[in-house]
Structures are given as C-alpha cells and as structure tokens.
C-alpha cells in the first residue's frame, strides 16, 4: 500500500483526497517507479481545485512531474534502481501521475535524470524548467544575441519566468520581468537576475498594432492581452516564444508586427515534447542553471498540503517553483 492524493468528481465538483492504494490499482505501464518528488505546475492547479477542464477521467492521480527510482521494468532501458524524470505526455490528466508514492508509465515517457541533480532538484526544475529551456532555445535558434537588446518575460514569477530569467540572466541577456505584484516580487525576481521589473496592468491595456520597439525577444506565458502588448514592441527581427494562456487563449492583435517588423510568434510544447529533444534540453538546464537558483527558487511541501496549494497557485500567490516530497 502507499500513498497518493486522489481527485474524483461528484455533482460536477471536484474533491482531492489523500487516500492509501495498491500497487494493483495502478493503470497498465512499462515501468514502475518508487516516486521521490513531484511538483505542483500551474495546470496541477486547475486539476486539482477543478477550475480548468484538465482531467479527462475520474478518479485521477494528479501530478505532471515526477521525479523517481525504477522498481520494476518491463524495457530495457531502464533497470532497477534507475533514477529518471517524467514530465508531460497527459499523466496527470488522462494517466496517473506524480502525486503518489509510487506510478506506473509508459518507458517512452521517461527521460534518465541527469547525474548533476537530485530528483528534488529535477523537480524543482519540472515542466517549468523544461518549458522555459525550450523557450530559450526558440531564442537561440533564431539567433538572437544579448548585443541585440533586452528580452522580456511575462508571469516571471511563476515556475517558467523564474527559470527563464535565470538561464537568460546566465546566457548574458538584460531581462525585463512582467508580474502582477511587483513591489512584493522585485526582490526575488532582482535576485534570479532581472534587470526591470513591470507591473503587469501595464501589459493588460489595449495594444496599439505597434509600438515602441523595446525588446529583441520575448517568453510569453500569459497570452491574451499580455501577449498582444509584447508582439507590438518587440523588435524588428525579434521572436517572441509563447509557451502559457494563464491571462486567456485568446490573442487580440494584427499582423502588423508580423509584416512590418518581420517578428516571429513561436509555439512551445513541452507535453509531447520528442525524447531526444528532452535528453538535450535537460543537459541544458544542468549547464546552465547556477547553484544559486536551487537555493532561492522553491518551496517544499508534502502531499496533504498539496490541495491548499492549488488554491493558492491559481490566485498567484506563489512565486517560484514548489515540489511535493513523496
């Protein structure tokens, strides 16, 4: 028997509960993994309190990220006692997922974790830090250098601006970080490495189809609005890396930025993210994430604190990243 947090639905309500199951219980997988940490992701968030529509089935273990060792394995790739990451491909949502001492996956899902970290540090890593590693890299790629200008992140105080601000910092890049506190935020947000910090209602009002032309790129994790703002300053040639709809999955804006400042809008998935881009986006994160980022960016909780944290997540009251100790 072990451990996990359960979500089921009655009345169209969702209720998480902390419950015991057996091993028996755990859907089909080629890997069975003794969970060590997991973290709790804005889309945990939804599922868990129920106000997004992200679990497809009841009942649901919760938890898009593990972090764990092998039990038992069924491919291989993996042998007893291995240490290996999962993040994305729906668990958490349409497989059990990461809120639970122990899961069963598919082998294809799973990554190994990497030598340099902890599985408490690839937590505090996570989706978040695989997200926003992509959202570098869609920088990189389109050969933006920190001569070119400062780039800006939105929702830089949650889990994926607060490690695109620290890589980017790290890379040599001026940073521009956008949140919704940032008098309480400036300090942490001043120490991962931004250079000026934005209050986000500046962001929220109607943009302009062009505008002052401030940054050569941009990590966007709102949408919406925010996003709208960001393509009509952006720089011309720049690339804007849109990985989030936290503000809305709309997008009210024009194509001038696209035909008149040739700037690009570049989609990020980390879900269905191929294997080998994974492998290489979590050496990345090992290369370039300082030590200090580990000491400064996280909070640790255990799993029946997990459904207040979900609350608390949604209505922006977390900064950083937090992990769940299993």
Not at 1 to 25: G, I, R, W, Y
Not at 70 to 89: A, K
Request: negative net charge; contains cysteine.
């Amino acid at each position: 028997m072990f451990n996990a947090l359960v979500l089921k639905q009655e009345n169209k309500q969702t209720l998480p509960s902390l419950e015991q199951l057996d091993e028996s219980q755990l859907p089909d997988g080629d890997v069975l993994v003794a969970v060590d940490y997991s973290s709790l992701n804005y889309k945990d968030g939804l599922a868990i309190t129920g106000k997004g529509k992200i679990v497809r089935e009841f009942p649901m273990v919760p938890g898009i990220d593990l972090a764990g060792q092998v039990i038992h394995s069924e491919d291989s790739r993996y042998q007893e006692g291995d240490h290996v990451v999962l993040t994305g491909w729906g668990v958490g949502e349409t497989h059990w997922g990461g809120m639970a001492q122990k899961a069963r996956l598919k082998a294809d899902w799973l990554v190994p974790l990497p030598d340099a970290l902890t599985p408490k540090q690839a937590m505090m890593v996570g989706t978040a830090g695989l997200t926003a590693m992509l959202c570098v890299q869609a920088l990189l790629d389109a050969n933006i250098k920190p001569e070119d200008g400062p780039i800006l992140v939105t929702g830089a105080s949650g889990g994926v601006g607060s490690v695109a601000i620290t890589l980017l910092a790290q890379l040599g890049y001026q940073v521009g970080a956008v949140t919704g506190r940032a008098d309480e935020n400036q300090p942490f947000l001043t120490a991962l490495g931004a250079s000026e910090i934005i209050e986000r209602s500046t962001m929220e009002t109607p943009a302009k189809p062009l505008e002052k032309q401030c940054w050569a790129g941009a990590i966007d994790t709102v949408g919406s609005k925010v996003l709208a703002k960001t393509l009509s300053q952006v720089k011309y040639g720049g690339t804007v890396a849109a990985c989030g709809l936290a503000g809305g999955f709309d997008l009210p804006t024009s194509v001038m930025p696209f035909i008149l400042r040739n700037v690009r809008l570049q989609g990020i998935d980390s879900v269905s993210c191929p294997r080998k881009k994974r492998i290489a986006a979590w050496q990345a994160l090992v290369n370039h994430l300082p030590e200090s980022y580990f000491e400064q960016a996280c909070h640790e909780i255990n799993l029946s604190e997990a459904p207040e944290f979900a609350e608390k997540i949604i209505r922006g009251q977390i900064s950083g990243r937090t992990v769940i100790k299993l």
